[in-house]
């Protein structure tokens, strides 16, 4: 059934959402009627469309998303499920620990990581380069700090730290002096300050190479206002613990720096050997706990990178809990 989003009080401007990678998470993932199901970002509840269609009166479904609008979505997806729904606002990271305390298990556990349409498409969230918007960048609208705080308060060395590990700016340093000589006449409020300070840092050759030049100060931003790396790291161990043998993690990521969370979470829990070559036998007691299903991350076809050009640099990788 399509439902009129204006009529339902929920966000309508910007493109529609279109979840990455939806049939191959599905397939991957291999939902049963009657699993427990948990994903860890909602959202506007792309994915969790598809993967309700596999499920029966007996499946239990957990919606998690720190941003407050998620739950409008998902009480507008749970009203017309047969099967028990519940929604948790707040970190995933915080909400799967807070499960796994009470004893709770999943047969399936999914993440798809970054900003979601509905927040990169409201101008007021301050998440987008192309629109003039306060500096903000929270997923949690209620959350203490914003963009504007850091790129006003830190100092030259955590903000070029910040461009550099989250960011992966080669320019750095030049881009933090920028914005601290212009903090010193002006404020910075606004997002189109920052892509004007941005620019104006870095050589010339550079403002016309692939992508915004903004793109990735925006990016290293957003993942320090939101704590996004930390709140993995921790979030993939809970979902481990939660999972049942046999049970599915699943994770959708959009840059390198996630990916390789992902990828050394799975690569260090297969129960490969680390000792030195030259010891007689294993001292390590190396202990396989997942069986890594995808080798290889899967990528979009490029049927639905041209339908959808916010997929390109998706990646999925997915494993399974052993006994």
Do not use: W
Request: aromatic residues 8%; glycine residues 6%.
């Amino acid at each position: 059934m399509q439902l009129n989003n204006s009529i339902q009080g929920l966000p309508s401007n910007g493109s529609a959402h279109v979840p990455v990678l939806a049939a191959e998470l599905l397939s991957l993932l291999d939902p049963q009627p009657d699993d427990t199901i948990i994903d860890c970002t909602f959202g506007a509840g792309g994915h969790a469309r598809r993967v309700a269609r596999e499920l029966s009166q007996d499946a239990v479904f957990i919606g998690v998303d720190r941003d407050p609008v998620a739950k409008r979505y998902f009480d507008l997806f749970s009203q017309y499920q047969p099967f028990r729904c519940r929604f948790i606002h707040g970190n995933f990271a915080d909400a799967l620990e807070d499960l796994d305390q009470n004893d709770f298990e999943a047969d399936l556990i999914y993440l798809d990581l970054g900003v979601s349409s509905m927040q990169l498409d409201r101008p007021e969230r301050g998440f987008s380069y192309s629109y003039n918007a306060p500096l903000d960048m929270r997923m949690d609208p209620s959350a203490k700090v914003t963009a504007r705080q850091m790129v006003n308060e830190l100092s030259h060395g955590e903000l070029a730290r910040i461009f550099k590990s989250y960011g992966e700016e080669r320019y750095a340093g030049q881009i933090a002096s920028r914005i601290c000589a212009e903090r010193e006449k002006k404020p910075f409020e606004t997002t189109l300050q920052l892509v004007d300070a941005v620019k104006a840092a870095i050589p010339t050759p550079a403002r016309f190479g692939a992508g915004h030049p903004a793109r990735r100060v925006f990016q290293a931003l957003r993942i320090a206002v939101n704590d996004e790396l930390a709140s993995l790291e921790r979030g993939l161990e809970n979902a481990l613990s939660l999972l049942v043998p046999g049970g599915r993690l699943a994770v959708i990521s959009f840059h390198s720096l996630e990916d390789r969370i992902v990828k050394q979470f799975f690569t260090a829990r297969v129960g490969k050997c680390t000792c030195p070559p030259d010891l007689p036998e294993c001292v390590c007691k190396a202990q396989a706990e997942l069986r890594v299903i995808t080798r290889r991350p899967v990528a979009p076809s490029p049927d639905e990178m041209a339908e959808n050009p916010r997929a390109q640099s998706a990646k999925l990788r997915v494993a399974e809990k052993l006994g």
